[in-house]
């Protein structure tokens, strides 16, 4: 069942919405801290391990695209500071169904999409990888995903077990662009969370942000859970960066 980390509603008292030393390629501005709020969690005894509880009622079919060559294309705004992204602007990643499964709207709840990751260092180099998001056990709800990286070194979700999660979408923003039937829209911002509320990612289908509207949505990524004392940056998204390719 779900549960409250009520130690994280401990740690939130500890700070205040100060500034952070880190700075970003696109605002001299300092990143804020805002108070981390008590996250809804899953905890599994067998492993001891803690994963964010994922978004209520989450759609796939408006997370992906419906194929590879109609990727989702989503534009990292702002996550935890990670070591493959060391030197990293421009990050963006593909999401798609398989092409076997174009044929359906509604991709099933154990279904798995293609994904591509992009980064660009250096200023001209562009780098990607391939992999796969496979749906969890059903335990975990839906909006949990096992990324499967082409030639990585780990096994599937390490210690935590083979089927569990290793990003979680905790949060889902709809946009005002139907797909579908009257009042069916796509997803236009998540936040993804990873086990034990290790890290986060903030992605949205627009490429560049006002910081006003970055600080609004970092005040959410707090209230969820997740920690921003962490180290934590804000991606360069400037209009140096190319545009993505349509498919996979």
Known sequence: MYIDILARKIIS?????????????????PLPIYPAGVGLALFDGATNCTFPAPAPYFDSSKFVGPNPS???????????????????????????????????SSPAPSSSFQVENFCTRNGTVQSSVHGVALS?????????FQIQIEHAHQPPGGRCGPESPN????????????????????????????????GFYL???ERDWPRTKVNTYLKDVASLGFNLSQPYSLADQGPHCSEPEAAI
């Open 70 to 104: 109609a990727p989702a294309v989503w534009y990292q705004i702002a996550a935890s500071q990670q070591p493959f992204e060391a030197g990293c602007t421009c990050m963006y990643a593909k999401y798609a169904l398989p092409a076997s499964s174009s044929s359906s």
């Open 136 to 144: 969890t056990a059903p335990r975990y709800g839906s909006g949990t």
């Open 203 to 205: 992605l949205s289908r």
């Open 13 to 29: 008292r500890l700070f205040l919405a100060t500034a952070s030393p880190l700075l970003t390629g696109r605002s001299d501005d």
């Open 167 to 198: 990003l979680v979408v905790v949060k889902a923003y709809e946009e005002d662009e139907e797909i579908g039937g009257e009042g069916e829209k796509r997803y236009a911002t998540v936040i993804l969370g990873e086990r034990n509320f290790d």
